[in-house]
């Protein structure tokens, strides 16, 4: 038994990408959290892979459809542009431009709206969830193929690390400009405008706010208090 499951572990690291190989001694995959450990590995080099594999595909299947056109299709997520004239799309325009800062020259190319499937069970969990807030989340242009079809992860490892100052979590701003400087692309910026449920929150001025580390465990989230709030007129 121990020489299959040796076989079976050499097959698996030459198959699956490994940097410490060189320097650190390969264990046998013979426990249970082990095993586990290494299935969340595949899944997030899937993440990875995705966007790439996708593109590829567009492009291979160019002759025969629009590669923008093989791209949405592929997406579990419903994409539409917001009409300029619909209250929606003047709502916020409004608002991003009341935001304008003089050292920043920027316009609104387009708006779209995006919205991914839920299971019954995560609908639920999502409802039942109290306060909810409209909230803005500033990405790069490479991620957004990812979010499109997963949904804003954890960690996800095919996105740059933004950093952390109140600790782990995926992290939403109440002003454009804030989200809005986290955003990233050469001419092009991308802001996600997400419906948040906050649910119990803790609120604090500093990132290194005690209460975060006594109270994390009685929150559903955390809400850094800065300087600057939203213009509500």
Known sequence: MINTVCNLCNEYYELIPWTEYAYEKLDILTEEHSVNNELKNIDQ?????FPIWLVYA????????NPYDYIFDSLPCNLSVVDDRSDTYKLIHAYVNSEK??????????????????SEAEEKSFNNMKNHWMLWHGTHSQNLLSIMNDGLKLFPHNASNQGSMFGNG??????????EAYSGGLDTHYVLLCEVALGRCLNTMIMADSKIKQNELQCDSVWGLGKKTPNYA
């Open 58 to 65: 567009a492009y291979y299947n160019s002759v025969k459809v």
């Open 170 to 179: 995926i992290y939403f701003a109440d002003t454009f400009n804030k989200a």
């Open 101 to 118: 800062s003089p050292n920043k020259d920027f316009y609104i190319g387009n708006i779209y709206e995006f919205n991914l499937p839920k």
């Open 45 to 49: 080099i899937f993440e990875i892979d």
